[in-house]
Structures are given as structure tokens and as C-alpha cells.
């Protein structure tokens, strides 16, 4: 009896999510069609433009922390490989992040063959300043705040209080530096030279990219490669923006560059986004990994767990049954 009433929750549950989601992917062609080719992903393949001299814009947004790159690199180079996208426009909305994604992304627009313009949002500093560097101009805003070239490592030394706690923590290691920065003593002067050195060597790195991408003499990129953020304008007179002008500015002068008469189409490389379905169905953008844990997993998937059980085998089940129903416009061109 129970194992039927199991059955029967799970029936429910299953025909209102498959509801939900049809209702959802039923606006979602709504909204394209609505919209049009300016919110569209890629326009690989499109019949709209008239003549060569036609043409679209990419928009690579790049947003908060950057920790990973494999995501803005496949759209960039989605933009890359359209023949209708004639320029793109790096949109920064990012305080920094890691140093490898930045540098990652900075390289691959450096090698982009189509004119690449930056348009800075509220904030473009630290490795977000690193990848604009990249693009052949740079706009910002009078009061976004940007620059920050620098590189930082933090740690905490927690001694006094394991101390206080009684609690004694070591490690077992296989060369003197492997625990370096460990939370539960103090840092040798060694490990701190060493470590400083190598911060030392990835902010040469960055004053380089600098230097090189704004035209300016590694004695001037030295003066301000200390940390210290700027408005716009004041990155304006020191050399580290081009223009003061937003996204509009920075489309019109990339279309300018790439010969595109009138007014020309806009691709956005991230589609709008409903807070309501990513809580109901999750991100479908998270990778694999994100998506398994259940912090991040769907409010469909949780509603099915607390009907059927949440072992390890119902839990892997459940990951690859909703992992094929993901809504919205990239499940639409799924193929």
C-alpha cells in the first residue's frame, strides 16, 4: 500500500512539473518570437540581412566573480564562427576573480579576428580591467569603478584560537612548503618570500597586459598598478579607458569599425532569466558537478525526492531525469 501511494505522489508530482515546464517553454518561444533575431543566441544560419554591408553585435557579458572561464570562451566563440556577427562588444560587470580565467578569456579576445570594443557597467576592475585590456578600446561609464591592478592572496591564522579551543590540528607532509598559508600555525618567513614572489610574478604579468593593450610605458602602468580603484573619468586622464559612454556608445562605434550600415542587430550571449523557474527547475546553466549537490538542486527535484525517498540510487535517478528536462531557450535548441 504504501509502494502505491509512493507511486501515485510521484505520478502527481511528475504531470504538474511536466505542466510547469511546458507552460514555460511555450513562453519562451513566445518571447523569441516577440523579440525577434536581437535576443537570440546565435544567429548562425539567419535570413534577415539584406546585403555584406548588414550585420549584428555580439554581447559578451561577463558578470560577477570570475572563477571560470569555460562558459564565456564558448560563447565567444559562438561570435566568432557566426558570419553575421561583424564585432563584439565585452560587457564587464565583474569586480575580479581568479587569475587563470581572466587571463584565459583575455587571451582568447586578443586572438578574436573580429574588432572587439569593452563597455564597462558599475564595476571593471581587478581581472575584470585584465580582460577589457584585451579588446582594441575600452568605454566606461564616468563613475564605474575600475582598475585595481594588483594580486592579492589571503589567508587566516586561526593558532591563538585552535590554542584557546584545546584543539591541536598538524599535517602529515611530503616537502616544507606543502602546507603553506595552513590556518593552524604561523607562516615561516621562507613561505612567505616565496609566496610573495609568485604574487609578485603574476602582477608583472598584469602591468604587461597593460602596457601592451593600452599603449602605455610600463613605467606609467607601474605607477598605478597598486591596488587602487578608479572612477571612469579619472581612468580617462591616466590613460586606462578610452571614451566616457555606455553599451549604446560602445555597439555604435564597434558597428562604425566593422562597416555595418544603419542600425545593426544586437546578440546577447546570455538569455533573460526567470528567478521563479531557476528556483522551480534549477539553473540550466550550472555544470554537472554544481547541479548534483543538493544546495543547488531544483524545488522539482527536492518535491520528487520527499515523495519517493532520497537514496543514493533515487538521487542519481532523479539527477538524470530533470537533467533532460531543463527548460528554456538553449533545451529549444537543443537538438
Not at 516577440?34 to 534577415?48: C, F, L, N, R, Y
Not at 576573480?97 to 571593471?124: F, L, N, W
Request: hydrophobic share 40%.
Amino acid at each position: 500500500m504504501a509502494g502505491q501511494n509512493r507511486f501515485t505522489g510521484l505520478f502527481w508530482v511528475l504531470v504538474i512539473s511536466l505542466m510547469l515546464f511546458i507552460g514555460f517553454a511555450t513562453m519562451s518561444m513566445m518571447r523569441i518570437r516577440g523579440k525577434g533575431s536581437d535576443q537570440a543566441s546565435s544567429s548562425k544560419g539567419s535570413k534577415i540581412f539584406k546585403s555584406k554591408n548588414e550585420g549584428a553585435i555580439g554581447v559578451l557579458e561577463v558578470n560577477g566573480a570570475i572563477m571560470d572561464s569555460k562558459k564565456l570562451l564558448k560563447k565567444l566563440k559562438s561570435f566568432e564562427e557566426d558570419e553575421f556577427v561583424k564585432g563584439i562588444v565585452v560587457r564587464i560587470n565583474s569586480p575580479g576573480g581568479s587569475v587563470g580565467p581572466s587571463q584565459e578569456i583575455y587571451d582568447a579576445i586578443k586572438r578574436c579576428k573580429k574588432p572587439t570594443v569593452t563597455s564597462m557597467g558599475s564595476v571593471a576592475a581587478s581581472g575584470g580591467y585584465y580582460i577589457a585590456v584585451g579588446t582594441s578600446k575600452i568605454f566606461a561609464n564616468a563613475g564605474t569603478i575600475t582598475g585595481s591592478i594588483g594580486v592579492i592572496m589571503q589567508f587566516t591564522n586561526m593558532k591563538k584560537l585552535y590554542d584557546w579551543a584545546k584543539v591541536e590540528r598538524f599535517s602529515i607532509k611530503t616537502g616544507k612548503f606543502k602546507d603553506s598559508g595552513a590556518e593552524y600555525r604561523d607562516m615561516t618567513l621562507e613561505e612567505r618570500a616565496h609566496l610573495q614572489s609568485m604574487v609578485d610574478d603574476v602582477l608583472s604579468q598584469f602591468k604587461k597586459a597593460v602596457s601592451e593593450g593600452r599603449k602605455l610605458p610600463m613605467e606609467e602602468v607601474t605607477k598605478v598598478a597598486d591596488g587602487r580603484i578608479f572612477s571612469g573619468q579619472q581612468a580617462k586622464i591616466i590613460g586606462l579607458v578610452d571614451l566616457l559612454g555606455g553599451l549604446d556608445d560602445a555597439i555604435d562605434d564597434v558597428a562604425k569599425t566593422a562597416k555595418i550600415e544603419g542600425k545593426p542587430k544586437v546578440y546577447y550571449s546570455e538569455k533573460p532569466k526567470s528567478k521563479f523557474m531557476d528556483a522551480l527547475f534549477g539553473d540550466d546553466e550550472d555544470d554537472a558537478e554544481s547541479s548534483s549537490s543538493t544546495g543547488s538542486r531544483s524545488l522539482v527535484v527536492r518535491l520528487l525526492q520527499a515523495v519517493i525517498g532520497g537514496d543514493a540510487k533515487t538521487n542519481s535517478l532523479l539527477d538524470a531525469v530533470t537533467n533532460e528536462l531543463q527548460p528554456g531557450v538553449y533545451w529549444l535548441w537543443n537538438g
